[in-house]
């Protein structure tokens, strides 16, 4: 996606000067003449980078309470000064109100590139930072390589490159943000902004500011809103089936036009954004209970993608468990951690109602709550109980008062039985995993099962 600069000068020569200097390396400008045009262009759509040139003399305002004015609407764009005279005193004000730094006339082609480049690199990397504050832990690496993982990764890159809008479908906690995150990061527009908003629990005067920013007046200040935020990039509409209806049928117009009002405005404002909704409920079910607008549905489901809830995809827990141990332990400089295998074993076994989020917390609440050195391994006994409530209530064992009934032997057998038969179906009916779960030999499990008759067809190695 090209970056959009803000070309300001007074003199014509200069801005098509640089004009041509940033077409011919691929950048879309767009000039003004004066302070007053130069606010209207960055009110009618924020810029990536202002170009503002300090002397402005038939101006409504100097240089300087230009930039005090972008600023303050826009303190995340980037502004870059020309000057002639190179006065310090200027120069200084200027970066004292965020001038991210100076260009004099007459100008050298590679130390305006230079700047130009540094100071969008440096305005994504604050916004990267920024995001990665707010959403802590927002990483974009797609741990798993079963086959419904493996078959998502190709759809991701494939559907990354075409620019469609995509509808990302799976229960909470299962990495639908993580998709998107990639999607973006493979897309044409990886450099520009990935913009995220939460479409649960917020009223739909909220949600029409959120997205589309708001006029300042009297009553509330102005606001960009996250359409706008994302120009050049994507928003991610989270949770979208929370979005009230009225929001709803707004968006629809602006996914076809791509352009919106700000509230409390009139001027449109045009932007460039691919749109990508994520959702846990299931919509089609939304829209018949007139919750959901069906045009909505069909302009965001261009590209369906559904991420499978993790008991789905069982054999990625211990490589998922191994990645949360290390990115733990590196982010907190705790000591490094193995799990032992009968722990593997019973994260294996477990159902995870709260999907890889769950499995991700309850391995940070094992680093912290279990320390150790360097390499020692986590046992199955450190893992929390929750893992083990749902076990099949034959496991917790119901029968004691027929086993206090027998003699200990005919108990024991007992015992045995109920145990490895609950235990084998836990696993599938795989041996080498119940085997391993269970702390024995794998023949040595082949050999007890077909002692006790619990040898059947469905037990596989
Ligand atoms: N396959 C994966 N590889 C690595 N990390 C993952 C994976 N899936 C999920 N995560 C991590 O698990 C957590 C939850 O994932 P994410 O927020 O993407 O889920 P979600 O489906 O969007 O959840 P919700 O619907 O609740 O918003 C995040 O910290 C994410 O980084």
Redesign the pocket.
């Known amino acids: 996606m090209a970056h959009d600069i803000l070309i300001v000068d007074d003199e014509e020569d200069i801005r098509s000067l640089i004009a041509g200097i940033l077409e011919d390396e691929g950048y879309t400008t767009r000039a003004a003449g004066s302070s007053q045009q130069a606010l209207s262009e960055v009110a009618a759509r924020r810029p990536t980078l202002v170009i503002l040139d300090i002397w402005m003399e038939a101006s409504q305002h100097d240089g300087i309470e230009t930039l005090k004015l972008i600023q303050r609407e826009h303190p995340e764009v980037p502004v870059v000064m020309i000057s002639g005279h190179g006065n310090i005193e200027t120069a200084l004000e200027a970066s004292r109100n965020g001038a991210y730094d100076f260009i004099e006339k007459p100008f050298n082609t590679e130390r305006l590139l230079l700047v130009v480049e540094r100071a969008i690199e440096d305005a994504r990397l604050r916004r990267e930072n920024r995001e990665l504050i707010m959403r802590a832990?927002?990483?974009v690496?797609?741990?798993?390589t079963t086959p419904v993982?493996s078959n998502l990764r190709q759809s991701i890159e494939r559907v990354a490159r075409t620019g469609s809008r995509i509808l990302?479908s799976?229960?909470?906690?299962?990495?639908?943000?993580?998709?998107?995150?990639l999607v973006h990061r493979s897309s044409a527009r990886a450099n520009g902004p990935f913009v995220v908003l939460?479409c649960a629990n917020i009223s739909p005067e909220t949600m029409e500011e959120s997205l589309f920013g708001a006029v300042g007046n009297a009553a509330r200040d102005a606001r960009t809103g996250m359409m706008e935020i994302a120009h050049g990039g994507t928003l991610l509409l989270?949770?979208v089936a929370d979005m009230p209806l009225e929001t709803q049928g707004k968006i629809v117009r602006v996914l076809q036009d791509q352009t919106f009002v700000r509230v409390g405005g009139s001027t449109p404002v045009s932007v460039d954004v691919r749109v990508i909704a994520?959702t846990?409920r299931d919509l089609e079910e939304k829209i018949e209970e007139q919750k959901f607008r069906q045009d909505l549905y069909y302009r965001l489901n261009v590209v369906p993608l559904e991420?499978p809830p993790l008991f789905a995809r069982r054999d990625?827990i211990p490589e998922?468990a191994d990645?949360?141990l290390s990115r733990y332990a590196d982010a907190t400089g705790l000591p490094r951690r193995k799990l032992s295998p009968e722990a593997i074993a019973a994260l294996h076994a477990y159902d995870w109602p709260g999907?890889?989020?769950q499995?991700?917390n309850v391995i940070e609440r094992l680093m912290i709550m279990s320390p150790g050195e360097n390499g020692q391994m986590i046992s199955g006994k450190m893992l929390p109980s929750e893992l083990f409530s749902d076990m099949p209530e034959s496991l917790v064992f119901d029968k004691t008062s027929e086993i206090m009934a027998l003699p200990l032997r005919e108990a024991r057998e007992l015992f045995e039985k109920e145990y490895l038969q609950t235990q084998v179906d836990r696993f599938g009916g795989n041996i080498s995993k119940t085997a391993n779960f269970i702390g024995m030999e794998r023949s040595a499990l082949h050999r007890k099962l077909k002692s006790l008759g619990i040898y059947g067809d469905r037990v596989t190695d």
Do not use: M
């Not at 690496?141 to 798993?144: A, F, I, K, M, T």
């Not at 799976?170 to 995150?181: D, L, N, Q, S, Y």
């Open positions: 832990g927002g990483d690496e797609l741990v798993g993982i990302i799976g229960p909470a906690g299962t990495g639908k943000e993580v998709v998107a995150r939460n989270d949770e994520t846990s991420v990625d998922l990645y949360f999907n890889v989020r499995l991700k």
